[in-house]
């Protein structure tokens, strides 16, 4: 079986990770073979802190390359980001401020590496804002820039005519509904059920 791929989205502290993490134990439960990678930009943060330049979207995009191709060995793929991400964080970084000829240079290349790879995914999930948002001392972003950032992956997702499914509700019922859209069986686990 081919490995297949699947993209959570969404801006920061929306629940994306939670809810790779809730799938990855409904599928082992299920006996599947997946495997996840979790966003290489939070990792970044902790080690090199704020995110400075656009160049660096190219460092990141490199990053979550290489944590999602070693899921090759999966039989399904999860993570909380996608290869595409960096170039709609790096538009959004540059604003309507004036671009330099060696930034547009790099916002191209991210544009058509974003380009390439979006059909790499068998499957892209947008999860919107439903939970409080709570500064978590990694992400720089205040609640009113986490929504413009939620607002530009939509974008993007939707000026590119790139097929995904907004998945709404809590985490159980989000991974519920992924399952199903992935034909897999969904058996209520007691581990898993929020108090």
């Not at 939509?154 to 992924?178: C, D, H, M, P, W």
């Amino acid at each position: 079986m081919a490995t297949k791929r699947i993209a959570v989205l969404g801006g920061p502290r929306c629940g994306k990770t939670t809810l790779i993490q809730h799938l990855y134990v409904e599928m082992k439960i299920a006996g599947l073979n997946p495997g996840y990678a979790l966003e290489y930009s939070t990792e970044y943060l902790k080690d090199k802190g704020m995110i400075e330049t656009i160049s660096e979207q190219y460092g990141i995009y490199l990053g979550q390359k290489k944590l999602e191709d070693e899921l090759s060995v999966f039989d399904y793929a999860l993570t909380d980001y996608a290869t595409f991400v960096p170039y709609i964080y790096g538009r959004f970084m540059l604003g309507n401020k004036t671009r330099t000829k060696k930034e547009i240079q790099i916002l191209k290349d991210l544009y058509c590496l974003a380009i390439e790879d979006v059909q790499n995914y068998d499957m892209i999930i947008y999860v919107p804002r439903e939970f409080g948002y709570v500064q978590d001392g990694v992400r720089w972003q205040a609640e009113d820039v986490a929504l413009q950032i939620d607002n530009a992956i939509l974008n993007f997702l939707q000026s590119e005519n790139i097929k995904y499914v907004e998945v709404k509700g809590s985490t159980k019922e989000r991974a519920k509904e992924i399952l199903q859209l992935l034909d897999i069986d969904y058996k209520e686990t007691e581990q898993l059920d929020e108090q």
